[in-house]
T-cell receptor, first 114, second 114 residues
Framework: DGGITQSPKYLFRKEGQNVTLSCEQN?????MYWYRQDPGQGLRLIYY???????QKGDIAEGYSVSREKKESFPLTVTSAQKNPTAFYLC?????????????FGPGTRLTVL | QKEVEQNSGPLSVPEGAIASLNCTYS??????FFWYRQYSGKSPELIMS????GDKEDGRFTAQLNKASQYVSLLIRDSQPSDSATYLC??????????????FGTGTQLKVEL
């Protein structure tokens, strides 16, 4: 099956801990994205990567870090510097074809800080 | 002014009626427009993309784009209770040259009543 997987589905973190959210895709897409969604809010872009070994900050990158060592993987680390990390985290990917900005989403990870 | 604006709703329509969802955007150079459906607790799924002025139909869904008025809409014909969800409008707004970033509205909640 082709698609985007995210793990874990639910994650609980104690204050002060770093956690890493996994995102994997087998769609052969070049571009990958991380978004955060808070209740009743739209999606806000955290980081994105257009190509392996390169990534850019989005609108709310503070307190987060990413890596893109492989085309199919784009993990997101939520660091202890992120003041309010409880949210629904969504990973997306897009093909760099003629229409390069059609994004498809994974199932999401719900992070709760205890 | 928000870059992408949607009425948060809820928009209530009776079963079998036409639901009309609206979205306005601020950047005149935007080229790509998307509608996503998001069920409660789930990730967004792509319904329609539209790039040219006019209408684009796919089954019960019709997307309408008017770039002069900076307005994009989604019509759902013969609305069903399973259409009850939040509909997100997304627009490609790229000011930095980084490319392929979407800006999302906060979504309109649709309720289809029996």
């Amino acid at each position: 099956d082709g698609g985007i997987t995210q793990s874990p589905k639910y994650l609980f973190r104690k204050e002060g801990q770093n956690v890493t959210l996994s995102c994997e895709q087998n769609l052969n897409h070049d571009a990958m994205y991380w978004y955060r969604q808070d209740p009743g809010q739209g999606l806000r872009l955290i980081y994105y990567s257009q190509i392996v070994n390169d990534f850019q900050k989005g609108d709310i990158a503070e307190g987060y870090s990413v890596s893109r060592e492989k085309k199919e993987s784009f993990p997101l680390t939520v660091t202890s510097a992120q003041k309010n990390p409880t949210a629904f985290y969504l990973c997306a990917s897009a093909d760099r074809g003629r229409r390069t900005d059609t994004q498809y989403f994974g199932p999401g990870t719900r992070l709760t800080v205890l | 002014q928000k870059e992408v604006e949607q009425n948060s709703g809820p928009l209530s329509v009776p079963e079998g009626a036409i639901a009309s969802l609206n979205c306005t955007y601020s950047d005149r150079v935007s080229q790509s427009f998307f509608w996503y459906r998001q069920y409660s607790g789930k990730s967004p799924e792509l319904i329609m993309s539209i790039y040219s002025n006019g209408d684009k139909e796919d089954g019960r869904f019709t997307a309408q784009l008017n770039k002069a008025s900076q307005y994009v809409s989604l019509l759902i014909r013969d609305s069903q209770p399973s259409d009850s969800a939040t509909y997100l409008c997304a627009v490609n707004i790229d000011r930095t040259g980084g490319g392929n970033k979407l800006t999302f509205g906060t979504g309109t909640q649709l309720k289809v009543e029996l």
